[in-house]
């Protein structure tokens, strides 16, 4: 993280309590992911007796470049949000709403029907695969991780949409997988292609938030 040397950090910490740790950490994804030019810089999830997961994003405040991370440890109960960048105030504005969103959704959650926390849970997955398929294509990684993460958002979405109209993503990811499934699997996928992908994958991140927004 050296690229982060000489800004100001600014953290905001909260204790979650009824909500499943792995979902606390999709919803803090989405607070943070669901603005406009969030783009994913690196992610890990833990799988062990207790989960720990950590994403990193890129961002602008004022046009001005920062870094968020959030991160989620079971055993402490809390999830973390940190920001590094030029201007403190702004960061801690910035993290404070995003704070704010965070802990208004787990409540929407803790009151949904279990069938629609399912749901919900669905979407939110299918959200950070269009975000990981993105990052996958700006870092060139081999098309067989592309295509599982198309293919795991589609079956989300699938069940995150089950009992009402067709959503269009589910068409249109079906389309993408067929097409690219010919092409070598080790490879980044050719220049052009991918470009039009990453911009599909916005459109789905958009359509895929009208359907969280539904249950929050």
């Not at 989960?51 to 968020?68: L, N, S, Y």
């Not at 920001?83 to 910035?94: F, K, Q, V």
């Not at 959200?127 to 589609?154: E, M």
Request: with cysteine; net charge neutral; aromatic share 6%.
């Amino acid at each position: 993280m050296n690229e982060l040397e000489g800004n100001v950090k600014v953290s905001r910490t909260h204790q979650y309590e009824k909500t499943d740790p792995v979902t606390v950490f999709k919803l803090a994804w989405y607070a943070i992911a669901s603005k406009p030019g969030v783009l994913l810089a690196s992610h890990s999830e833990a799988e062990s007796q207790s989960f720990k997961g950590e994403a990193m994003f890129t961002a602008r405040i004022d046009q001005k470049p920062v870094k968020i991370m959030v991160d989620v440890d079971e055993e402490k109960g809390s999830v973390a949000l940190t920001g590094w960048g030029e201007d403190e105030g702004a960061l801690g504005t910035y993290l404070d709403s995003t704070m704010g969103a965070l802990k208004k959704s787990s409540d929407k959650y803790l009151n949904l029907a279990d069938e629609e926390k399912q749901k919900l849970r669905r979407a939110l997955i299918a959200k950070t695969c269009w975000d990981r398929v993105i990052h996958k294509i700006l870092n060139k990684a081999p098309l067989s991780d592309i295509y599982f993460q198309l293919a795991l958002g589609r079956e989300m979405m699938i069940k995150a949409t089950e009992g009402g109209a067709l959503n269009p993503i589910t068409l249109t990811t079906s389309g993408w997988l067929s097409r690219i499934e010919s092409l070598p699997t080790d490879e980044a996928p050719p220049a052009g292609l991918a470009t039009e992908l990453a911009k599909k994958c916005i459109e789905w991140k958009k359509g895929t938030q009208e359907v969280v927004q539904n249950f929050l």
